[in-house]
């Protein structure tokens, strides 16, 4: 996170801000201190312009935030292990 905050030079004070959020804790976010809550990844990843797979260095992260499309999806991860091909789904 904050290396995003940097690239984008962007203050703890300014992110923060524009997340909704308060200097203290984006700086314990960046620090490791506290867990961020996912509503709070969302709001800092749009204050930085960034997907929330890179700036958790996941690109392939996908955010379910529909609970029907989120249970068709942890039913499909159910079937199919992680790492198998599209083969293994058939």
Partial sequence: MR????????????VAKRAG????????????KR??????LLGVAAALNVSVGDLLDLPDVIVVRDSLLG???EQL?????????????L
């Fill in 3 to 14: 290396e995003w905050r940097l690239r984008r030079e962007m203050s703890q004070a300014e």
């Fill in 71 to 73: 249970r068709a999806v």
């Fill in 21 to 32: 959020i308060t200097q203290a804790s984006l700086s314990n976010y960046e620090n490791g």
């Fill in 35 to 40: 867990d961020m809550p996912l509503s709070t």
């Fill in 77 to 89: 991860q159910t079937r199919v292990p992680v790492g198998a091909g599209a083969e293994a789904a």
